[in-house]
């Protein structure tokens, strides 16, 4: 049995889960190492530190998809004690924290999925030496029950630098990829190469969002034409990539991109020439027809004409 061990923040920073153990040389992620966009400061006294958040997806009546974000914390920075509805955290680059009232902290790193059921109290922001970047997915439409709030959300310096941590349950990410993925690849016959396919989030999360699907794309991999009856949302994650609407220009999209895709609009998505690509793909409104496949798929000479990066 595995043996989870808690250190203080003031003293080691970093945890070990039995076989990994913890050391300095894992520290001190820096902000040009997280690949997702930043956006603006947060301006607000909920806030210690500088904290960043960027718009992703904003909910609407079309997708139907949760209000999605990034939010950056700079090293040292978090938020103080609070609640909202339920919310799907995607860790996607650094070293944070995140705690629920009445348990230790848990020690984030890129490729964590958890889930923070609506109305938890807890917290959550980066490491004292690291850099941390999320995205989050949630519930806008929750109400708490009660009009009665919590007499004191604040995080003291001293209770950041000596609250007790442990290790989260890390998947197993390899060869760098954001998230977890099989180590095998697949073909299928609407793809003109290999791919690897993981659920990163099932339905039935806590935000009320639709599955999420890790799709990773070997280079010069894509997929055939097709039309998702419901819409679709990629949120691209790893690499470069290309996505096109059928009668529009090739967009060339990179980590922390969203594509927007209308219900029936036929389109095209898979990786550039000299690079494996990944993304997460929600289908939207999936009361709908996931999607329909055609037969057409872009000639390795229109491939080849596409901008290179």
Wanted: aromatic share 10%; proline share 7%; charged share 20%.
């Amino acid at each position: 049995m595995k043996k989870t061990i808690i250190y203080v923040l003031s003293g080691l920073l970093l945890a070990s889960c039995g076989s990994k153990p913890a050391t300095t040389s894992e520290v001190g992620v820096t902000r040009e190492q997280l690949t997702f966009p930043m956006g603006e400061k947060i301006q607000n006294p909920a806030f210690t530190g500088e904290a960043f958040l960027r718009p992703m997806i904003a909910l609407d009546s079309v997708f139907n998809f949760p209000q999605t974000n990034t939010v950056t914390f700079a090293p040292g920075a978090h938020s103080s004690w609070h609640r909202h509805g339920g919310m799907v955290v995607l860790v996607t680059g650094g070293v944070g924290l995140y705690q629920e009232e009445g348990k230790p902290a848990q020690i984030l790193r890129k490729g964590d999925v958890l889930q923070i059921p609506a109305g938890v109290r807890h917290w959550h922001g980066a490491t004292k030496d690291n850099w941390f970047s999320q995205v989050v997915i949630y519930d806008m439409s929750w109400r708490p029950d009660s009009t009665k709030t919590d007499r004191d959300n604040t995080i003291t310096d001293e209770y950041y630098a000596n609250v007790k941590m442990e290790e989260y349950g890390h998947p197993t990410n390899k060869d760098s990829l954001m998230f977890a993925a099989p180590d095998s690849t697949m073909s299928l016959p609407t793809f003109n190469g290999p791919i690897r396919l993981a659920n990163t989030v099932f339905t039935g999360n806590v935000a009320g969002a639709p599955g999420l699907h890790y799709v990773v794309f070997e280079p010069g991999v894509i997929n055939a034409w097709h039309i998702h009856p419901g819409g679709q949302i990629l949120i691209a994650t790893d690499g470069i990539g290309y996505h096109q609407i059928e009668g529009q220009p090739v967009e060339v999209i990179h980590p922390g991109d969203v594509v927007i895709c209308q219900p029936n609009v036929k389109h095209w998505h898979g990786a550039a020439p000299n690079s494996r690509f990944a993304h997460l793909a929600a289908g939207t409104n999936p009361d709908r027809p996931a999607v329909v496949w055609t037969d057409e798929m872009l000639s390795k000479e229109e491939y080849d004409k596409l901008p290179k990066e």
